[in-house]
């Protein structure tokens, strides 16, 4: 159980980056939203990456102190997961995967948001059949490459380039 009082403001900045949902890698589920009641409430826990007391899970003797109100190290996460990083599973959670998984979320979170209508891109399918074989290429197919993540939703009308543009 964390001890530190983080500040708002750094509670304020974690929200966005997360944008409201678990980062747990695979989770994702909205934290203001019960799932079972569809009440909107704060169901976010703010989980330390490495504890802000060095005798806490994953804690370190400099290290917690100085990264206890760090954005860097803090993770916004669903219960059952704080639970298993900081209760049921902490050896197979160690600060590098917990960070992975921060850095890998805030980067989608990024890419998803950072969405512009002028970001546009169109699907030229060709295709021809081989003897009694056709193109196995779909729309749906393409417009699922277009993708860098997954799990981000298919789209079906236009498309939008997920690769941003150079500055």
Not at 12 to 41: H, M, S
């Amino acid at each position: 159980m964390s001890s530190t009082n983080i500040p708002e403001v750094v509670k304020i900045r974690l929200w966005g980056k997360a944008a409201g949902r678990c980062q747990y890698r695979g989770c994702n589920v909205p934290l203001w939203l019960d799932a079972l009641t569809k009440a909107e409430f704060n169901t976010a826990y703010v989980a330390h990456i490495i504890a802000d007391n060095p005798k806490g899970p994953r804690g370190d003797p400099v290290l917690s102190k100085d990264l206890a109100t760090d954005l860097s190290n803090l993770m916004l996460l669903c219960d059952t997961h704080h639970r298993q990083i900081d209760k049921f599973d902490v050896e197979g959670h160690p600060a590098e995967l917990l960070r992975s998984m921060k850095e890998d979320h805030e980067r989608r979170i990024e890419i998803a948001s950072g969405i512009t209508p002028d970001w546009r891109s169109h699907i030229l399918l060709y295709g021809a059949n081989i003897g009694e074989q056709s193109s196995p290429v779909s729309y749906q197919t393409a417009s699922m490459a277009m993708f860098p993540e997954r799990d981000l939703p298919p789209f079906t009308g236009p498309l939008i380039n997920w690769i941003p543009p150079v500055l």
